[in-house]
């Protein structure tokens, strides 16, 4: 993936297109870039685990690998504290660094093609919102949409995602 | 089965064959550069190697020309000869008379003449000149190439294939299970054959990768004798049971513990010569390292007749680190005072060390063994002398398990780690400081929803009161290191084998889950850790 490497230094040279997964969180759209997805399916059977954090799901089986999933919404508290997840939502595998984790979404996410110099680094307005802007690579501005782009191997660190109670 | 001494002979010549090919082109590297030292290293070191082997195994004529070439390499080594002209010559003639006499061993031959070759050998070494009949360079025209009937195998490898037979199982119960629903009898015979297949080759990967206890005790020797000899100690080391046949991975696993198990009762256990004398015993310490398989596990025992634990103590230094008040202490039976010596920390209390010569690490002993899924026992008679025992799974792949649901979830418990499951009426319950307490089989035995335990925080447990006990209680009564815990769950499923994956990351420092199996209906099952489980009981109950 050298040559769809980052983003700003890279403005002046022929654009490289780059295929980013877009999905819905609270009322924001956030988009992967597609290697960092590994799949999308309809979120598989959830067992609870206790003594993790609320927004760890708990763990599913994946075509017999047993992955955490992980709902955004919640750690950013991108949706009211007491509204839940729809019956039917879909799942995003994203591998991490040494491991895949699920990602939660309620809507299915779309794949979109996008030239790298579209991606801009995030301004400063960004901070109000709840995500942490060291995960942001950038924002992408596409047909009046607003498409924040994640950096899914910051944000999916063991001790980013496991912050709370390490029990 | 094979006997055992049919499949050291196996080994042998598979060692033989492969250090007589590494001799043939060591060799051969050495005459290309005579001053090649790596390659007269291990030409020197592989006729070290086989001539032990040899001679172990009562191959009395291999070993003797073997340790005459070691000679002669040892000369070259320290360049008192040199590898040239006709000492060359006959040391090829050795390696193919080496090569012969391996492979008549292997065929059940007698072992050729070698008086010539030894004779040669020998006025090399007096700096005579050899005497050459020519024969030796039609050998090289009806060499037989062999290859060997073993293969050795990284470990790595075989885990691969126990992982994938882990794989299998699970789809397979799963293929069972749709079968069954499904109701086709082509169907349903199919699956049952394939359940019988993956049954078969679990057994075969499982027995692949099984080694005999012995490769592991027959090293202790020698750690006994250096560890009494550095504390002027004497002990005699009697082995037994070395042919127990264990998984290859657990052997590793336990290594550390066992050698510390034995330095410490080399160093602690035993009374001096002069103590030994004053106390009537003989001044000689007697050490039993000892394997024998009970039921589907392997103990593993270490005993001496050493001068015991001091249970007095250790109870006193338990109470002293608030591990346990003092009255519950006076009621603690012995075997529950001796289970402190595995808590964390406890080890660093160095009074308890100094008077009962025990404690130093055996924390990090237990934490070995409970990964593996084992258990940990000591006994001991004050004075007389102490013994552990290391419970052991044969194998790493398949656990026994209690099933049973909670929330409408289906959890694990391991077998290794239930005492018995019982059910209760609320009059069975009474409350105790807090705590709801049961007797079951003559034991007062704490109780505790599993419900609560797992949720609310990591705060103290809220007492326990009769009310909130309704209609019959299903409780598994788990037992690690001596303390037992009643846990009430919704309901007991049932028994069942399962193969336990490790929980994956980022959840796996969850210490509580020692994994997740998937059940034949394709649904998740957390396995509890019982360890973990009973370590968060003693931090939250009040």
Known sequence: MADAEPTVDKKNKPDTIIQLIVFRLGEEEYGLRIEQVKEVTVTPEIARMPKTPPFVKGIANLRGDIIAIIDLEERFRLRPANEELPALSYTLAIEAKDYTIGIVVREVPQPLSVPVSIIEKAPEFIQDININDKYIEGIAKIDGRIIIVLDMLKLLTPTEIMQLQPR | ?542
């Open chain 2, 1 to 542: 089965m094979k006997s055992r001494e049919q499949e050291y002979r196996e080994i042998y010549m598979a060692e033989a064959l492969e250090a007589y090919d590494a001799m043939s082109r060591h060799i051969s590297e050495l005459e290309r550069n005579p001053q090649d030292q790596d390659a007269l290293n291990e030409l020197f070191r592989l006729m070290h190697n086989l001539k032990s082997n040899s001679r172990a195994m009562g191959f009395n004529s291999i070993g003797e020309v073997a340790h005459h070439m070691e000679t002669i390499f040892g000369l070259i080594r320290s360049k008192e000869k040199e590898f040239s002209g006709s000492l060359a010559t006959v040391l090829f003639t050795g390696v193919d008379t080496i090569g012969a006499m391996i492979r008549a061993v292997g065929d059940d031959q007698d072992l050729p003449e070698s008086t010539a070759l030894l004779d040669n050998l020998d006025r090399l070494v007096r700096g005579e000149e050899p005497v050459l009949d020519g024969e030796t360079a039609d050998e090289d025209a009806n060499r037989k190439l062999e290859l060997s009937d073993l293969v050795y195998i990284q470990i790595k490898k075989l885990d691969h294939l126990l992982n994938l037979v882990g794989e299998l199982i699970i789809d397979r119960d799963r293929i069972l299970t749709l079968s069954q629903e499904i109701g086709n009898s082509a169907l349903q015979s199919a699956a049952a054959h394939l359940f019988r297949i993956t049954d078969e080759l679990q057994y075969s990967v499982m027995d692949a990768r099984l080694v005999n206890v012995g490769t592991l005790l027959n090293k202790f020797p020698r750690v006994v004798r250096d560890v009494a000899s550095a504390e002027q100690k004497q002990v005699e080391l009697t082995l037994s049971g070395q042919d127990i046949q264990i998984d290859r991975n657990i052997l590793q696993i336990i290594t550390d513990a066992l050698l510390h198990l034995v330095r410490n009762a080399v160093s602690h256990g035993f009374e001096t010569p002069a103590e030994r004398e004053k106390a009537g015993k003989p001044v000689q310490g007697q050490l039993v390292l000892s394997a024998q398989t009970e039921r589907d596990d392997v103990l593993i025992q270490v005993t001496d007749d050493g001068r015991g634990i001091d249970v007095e103590s250790v109870r006193r230094k338990a109470v002293e680190r608030g591990l346990v008040s003092k009255e519950a202490a006076r009621l603690l039976d012995d075997s529950a005072v001796r289970a402190f010596l595995f808590e964390p920390g406890f080890s660093m209390a160095k009074e308890v060390t100094e008077i009962s010569g025990r404690g130093v690490g055996l924390d990090v002993v237990k934490l070995a063994i409970d990964s593996l899924g084992g258990q940990l026992r000591v006994e001991s008679v004050l004075g007389e002398g102490t013994t552990f025992t290391l419970v052991l799974p044969t194998s790493i792949a398949v656990k026994g398990a209690l099933l049973f649901e909670l929330d409408e979830r289906s959890y694990a418990i391991p077998l290794m780690h239930t005492d018995s499951v019982v059910s209760l009426w609320p009059d069975d319950l009474h409350v105790v400081g807090g705590l709801l307490m049961a007797e079951v089989q003559g034991e007062n035995v704490p109780v505790v929803s599993l419900r609560r335990l797992l949720h609310n925080g990591d705060g103290p447990l809220p007492p326990a009161t009769r009310a909130e006990v309704v209609g019959r209680q299903d409780i598994i009564i788990v037992n690690y290191n001596n303390r037992k815990l009643g846990l009430i769950v919704d309901r007991f499923l049932r028994q069942q084998n399962i193969v336990i994956k490790p929980m994956s990351k980022p959840l796996d420092i969850i210490e509580l889950f020692g994994g997740v199996t998937l059940l034949g209906s394709g649904q998740v099952c957390l396995v509890l850790d019982v360890p973990a489980l009973t370590r968060l009981f003693l931090a939250r109950r009040l």
